[in-house]
């Protein structure tokens, strides 16, 4: 599951990455992304700032409507549920990223471990998109069933990794191509164990669904 990642490269540098357009209106973003703030996307052949998550709106205990929480991270194999299957059939994007980071150690005491490609200053992450009341538009990021040999080490899944030969088929292909690429990263991976506390922030989200 992935709570945190790094996007270090301004927008004009992700547009010429990936053979985009920049789009329309600003984009603010920090350099780590926490769920419910600010990333990119390709979507539609443009580079654009959305929310990371899609709201989850809950109740109290009396029914009174609660703040909405970010579900990040979508599950490959619930792509087709209720939740996720119109943007999945309709709206796939690309999150371009750096590195993104696990927790790792004891509760309380746990620090960053950022996983990242080696030969890839950018790459690309699965996602999927919606506009949404809420927040406007919003994405999360396609989480594989399992790891990869690399990431195994760190946590039981990964996020979907695009090679830059299977982007078209994600954005274009059919729902079916698409699944085909729900794989674990099979490449190798650099892992930083680092001593950063894990942030509050990142920790405490609902994520995965």
Same mark, same amino acid.
């Given at each position: 599951?992935?709570?945190?990642?790094?996007?270090?490269?301004?927008?004009?540098?992700?547009?010429?990455?990936?053979?985009?357009?920049?789009?329309?209106?600003?984009?603010?973003?920090?350099?780590?992304?926490?769920?419910?703030y600010?990333?990119?996307?390709?979507?539609?052949?443009?580079?654009?700032?959305?929310?990371?998550?899609?709201?989850?709106?809950?109740?109290?205990?009396?029914?009174?409507?609660?703040?909405?929480?970010?579900?990040?991270?979508?599950?490959?194999?619930?792509?087709?549920?209720?939740f @996720?299957?119109?943007?999945?059939?309709?709206? $796939?994007c690309?999150i #371009?990223?750096?590195?993104? &980071?696990?927790? +790792?150690?004891?509760?309380?005491?746990?620090?960053?471990?950022?996983?990242?490609?080696?030969?890839?200053?950018?790459?690309?992450?699965?996602g999927?998109?919606?506009?949404?009341?809420?927040?406007?538009?919003?994405?999360?990021?396609?989480?594989t069933?399992?790891?990869?040999?690399?990431?195994?080490?760190?946590?039981?899944?990964?996020?979907?990794?695009?090679?830059?030969?299977?982007?078209?088929?994600?954005?274009?292909?059919?729902?079916?191509?698409?699944?085909?690429?729900?794989?674990? @990263?099979p490449?190798?991976?650099?892992?930083? $164990?680092?001593?950063? #506390?894990?942030?509050?922030? &990142?920790?405490? +989200?609902?994520?995965?669904?």
């Amino acid at each position: 599951m992935c709570n945190l990642y790094r996007m270090t490269k301004n927008v004009s540098e992700v547009a010429a990455w990936f053979a985009a357009v920049e789009g329309a209106g600003g984009a603010n973003f920090a350099a780590e992304v926490y769920p419910g703030y600010t990333g990119l996307v390709v979507a539609d052949g443009a580079v654009r700032a959305m929310t990371w998550g899609f709201p989850l709106v809950l109740k109290g205990k009396q029914g009174q409507p609660l703040k909405p929480k970010p579900v990040n991270n979508a599950r490959t194999d619930k792509l087709e549920t209720f939740f @996720w299957r119109h943007s999945f059939e309709e709206r $796939r994007c690309l999150i #371009p990223l750096t590195g993104w &980071a696990e927790a +790792q150690g004891t509760k309380g005491r746990m620090t960053r471990t950022w996983l990242s490609l080696s030969d890839a200053p950018l790459f690309a992450a699965a996602g999927v998109w919606r506009q949404s009341e809420e927040w406007g538009a919003c994405y999360s990021m396609v989480m594989t069933g399992s790891a990869g040999t690399d990431a195994a080490q760190v946590h039981e899944r990964m996020p979907v990794l695009l090679a830059p030969e299977d982007q078209s088929q994600w954005l274009g292909g059919s729902p079916q191509d698409a699944l085909a690429l729900c794989r674990a @990263w099979p490449g190798d991976l650099v892992i930083d $164990r680092t001593d950063q #506390p894990w942030a509050k922030g &990142a920790a405490h +989200q609902p994520g995965l669904l």
